[in-house]
């Protein structure tokens, strides 16, 4: 029976057979896919932790509680309640699974077998999340029209309130009355109004362009007093860069990384080109603003970042199994993995 084979047959007792309950727990179609997607986020922390340990570096979490949490999120079979009714779910391939990868000590061989868990746990995940649109498809207009009114009450469409003065236009404000008032005010004689109205313009200029040269003076005297202290708050900020537990040096650049690994590929060392391309591609969708860095964030963490970008997202996911295969999987990496690998990245940078 082929893989594809096995997953249909898991899909069509999640989704179609109706029986009797065989297990004292029962949940909703809400919690069980809820269940799937922390399991898969489990998975993810578990493959990280692989990674970890083989360049000798602590794990995020203990893999011992991180693998008791997910027996815990997916029992062998459970009952599922649906809008058609109740199911039972058959999940022992996940509990074998997982209770294999648990006691494998290969690291090698444990992440294949983490690879294969998440990737049906995807795969069911995306079929249920089907299902919810081909049901969502179905709602009548007036729910359609309510929906929109409990939208368009939101705060976002609201219209935007009265501006009110900021701080920067009141000093402003006060600053132009303050020179307004060192000048005397009094009525010009019978046929003198048109040149002393003239003089008194010409002062003004003069004073107001004083005060703002002196004003920019002050400024450039004191701005450097504060420089360093900003730059020193800066600087930490910057240099804290660590991507799936690679630290990267604040002047180092996304092109820097992808430069470093076409060097690898050229060297023979076609896995790390891989794992240091994946790298650069995160460090520059940071660049772009699309995700977060942060140190406990794994790879699938990050493909969740992009998945409101479409175009982005169906190209990263792509290069995400890639980098999972040749870099936490058993699957040896040969120079045309190298290549297609490369063009996708270009590919998903082009998408943003």
């Known amino acids: 029976m082929t893989r594809s ?42 493959l990280a932790n692989v990674s970890l340990e083989e ?25 599922v309640e649906t809008s058609s009714g109740a199911i039972e779910t058959d999940n022992r391939w996940f509990t074998d699974g997982l209770a294999s990868a648990e006691q494998s000590k290969e690291l090698t061989k444990r992440a294949a077998l983490l690879t294969e868990l998440e990737k049906r746990l995807a795969s069911l995940q995306s079929e249920i999340d ?24 939101r705060p976002e469409y609201q219209p935007p309130p009265k501006k009110e003065e900021s701080q920067a236009e009141s000093l402003i ?22 040149f002393l109205g003239s003089v008194s313009g010409v002062v003004q200029v003069v004073i107001i362009l004083a005060v703002l040269a002196l004003l920019a003076f002050v400024a450039y ?13 800066l600087i930490p900020e910057a240099a804290e860069r660590v991507i799936l537990g690679e630290k990267i040096g604040e002047d180092v650049s996304a092109s820097d ?15 790390g080109a891989i794992r240091k391309g ?48 040749h870099w936490y999987g058993s699957q040896t990496a040969v120079p045309q993995d190298w290549d297609e690998f490369r063009r996708g990245c270009d590919e998903t940078i082009k998408a943003i």
């Not at 089907?130 to 009450?153: F, G, H, P, T, Y």
């Not at 772009?288 to 970042?305: C, E, P, S, V």
């Open 130 to 153: 089907d299902l919810r649109a081909a049901v969502s498809a179905d709602r009548s207009k007036d729910d359609d029209k309510r929906k929109l009114a409990e939208i368009m009450q």
């Open 278 to 325: 994946y790298v650069a591609l995160l460090c520059e969708l940071s660049d772009r603003k699309l995700i977060g860095l942060a140190r406990h964030k794994t790879n699938r963490d990050y493909l969740r970042d992009v998945r409101n970008s479409r175009n982005v997202y169906s190209q990263m996911n792509g290069l995400t199994g890639s980098f999972e295969r």
């Open 173 to 194: 404000t006060r600053l132009l009355r303050w020179i307004d008032s060192w000048f005397p005010k009094f009525e010009p004689p019978a046929g003198s109004g048109e």
């Open 5 to 46: 084979s096995k997953h249909r047959i898991i899909l069509a007792a999640l989704m179609v057979c109706i029986c009797a309950s065989l297990s004292s727990r029962a949940s909703t179609l809400d919690d069980y896919t809820k269940r799937i997607d922390s399991a898969r986020s489990g998975i993810s922390v578990l």
């Open 55 to 79: 360049v000798g570096q602590p794990l995020q979490e203990p893999n011992g509680e991180v693998f008791a949490e997910l027996h815990k999120l997916i029992p062998a079979s459970e009952r």
């Open 257 to 271: 990384l992808f430069g470093e690994a076409d060097r690898l590929a050229r060297e023979g060392d076609l896995r």
């Open 221 to 233: 005297k004191l701005i450097p007093l504060f420089a360093p202290r900003f730059r020193k708050r």
